[in-house]
């Protein structure tokens, strides 16, 4: 009886303990689900905690591309800026003005509009002393004569001009009786000049145009010689600065060529530098000016080789040493009265007579 009861006393404290014991067991679970939360919290998290560590190194890559974008203008800006320090670009602007090449070191490609200027005033006053006897060199009486002799003088020399209108003008003295010739007899005595038909052509359809229109009278204004057939401004300056007294710029083949040699326009266009230069003188220089440049150009700077060791305006001249720069060679260049060869016209003014001109000889035997 006694081992009955203990028995199931031990059973009663086993049962105790085992149903102590169970809630052990079912709080195991428990953790473990908690923990399994805990993890899957951690294991949801971490993608979260992922994606701005993602975004970090995105921010940071643009916060490194942003200095970047801003260096990059900076480094554009540099040369942008220094252009306009450079005195490369004031030269640019000056040579619209003041037109510089790259023939000879002076003067300076920076030369400004006033050097330009003295520059060009003191080449004239030089040329004066040289040629204080400079005319226009074609031979004439009435200004009928001077704009006849001007529109044939086109492609050919003053000389061979003078040589031919003697017989013209002893056949044809007036516009009326230039206007009524024959076109085959006129080309006949023109024909030495060349281009004798349209030549012909133009000083009979002047003619017409003087006797019809102005009385057969030569007009003195601008606007009305150039309507006149074959006459344009260059002709029409010839007329008004040497017939009627009334200044004006003759842009020939000789006056294009030496301005342009010594800087004072780059411009071709006859009407564009006669503008460019007239802007350098006063209006009053503006006949002589071009007698000047024309006769040094016939004489002493030619095109092709000028004698730039017997030029008087060699210090102030760009373009010195284009030509013969031996002083005895460059001597032996020189043509008309400097060269002692006969000048462009039969009949000179008796100052470049005094001065040692030789007249040209007639058409013929010369």
């Not at 085992?18 to 473990?32: G, S, V, Y």
């Not at 000879?104 to 204080?132: C, D, Q």
């Not at 017989?167 to 076109?183: C, H, R, S």
Request: hydrophobic residues 35%.
């Amino acid at each position: 009886m006694k081992k009955t009861a203990a028995s199931k006393k031990s059973a009663a404290a086993d049962r105790a303990s085992t149903t102590e014991e169970a809630p052990a067991t079912e709080e195991a679970p428990a953790a473990r689900k908690s923990a399994a939360a805990k993890k899957t919290s951690v294991t949801e998290k971490t993608p979260a905690k992922k994606s701005p560590a993602r975004k970090t190194p995105t921010k940071k890559a643009s916060a490194k591309k942003a200095p970047a974008k801003k260096a990059a203008p900076l480094k554009r800006q540099a040369p942008a800026k220094k252009p306009a320090v450079v005195p490369k670009k004031a030269a640019a602007a000056v040579k619209g003005v003041a037109p510089a090449k790259t023939v000879a070191p002076k003067p300076p490609r920076g030369e400004s509009r006033t050097a330009l200027v003295r520059r060009a005033r003191r080449i004239n006053r030089e040329l004066a002393e040289v040629y204080p006897y400079a005319h226009p060199e074609l031979d004439f009486e009435n200004p009928f004569q001077l704009v006849v002799a001007t529109v044939l003088s086109a492609q050919t020399t003053d000389l061979r001009v003078n040589q031919t209108t003697p017989a013209l003008f002893a056949k044809y003295p007036t516009p009326e009786d230039l206007a009524a010739a024959v076109p085959e007899e006129v080309e006949e005595i023109l024909r030495p000049t060349g281009f004798f038909r349209a030549k012909t052509k133009s000083v009979i359809g002047l003619s017409k145009a003087l006797a019809e229109d102005f009385g057969g009278e030569v007009p003195g204004r601008l606007e009305d010689l150039v309507k006149l057939p074959g006459v344009g401004r260059k002709t029409a300056f010839v007329v008004l600065g040497n017939a009627f007294g009334r200044p004006g710029i003759s842009v020939d083949t000789h006056f294009q060529r030496l301005v342009r040699r010594w800087r004072w326009t780059e411009e071709t266009d006859p009407d564009k530098i006669e503008a460019a230069v007239g802007a350098l003188f006063p209006k009053s220089d503006w006949t002589d000016l071009s007698h000047h440049v024309i006769w040094h150009g016939r004489r002493i700077c030619h095109a092709r080789k000028p004698a730039c060791g017997a030029c008087p305006i060699a210090p102030l001249c760009p373009a010195y040493g284009e030509g013969e720069t031996d002083p005895e060679k460059a001597k032996k260049l020189l043509k008309y009265e400097k060269g002692g060869f006969p000048g462009q016209r039969l009949k000179p003014p008796q100052a470049y007579l005094d001065a040692g001109g030789k007249p040209a000889p007639p058409l013929g035997p010369g």
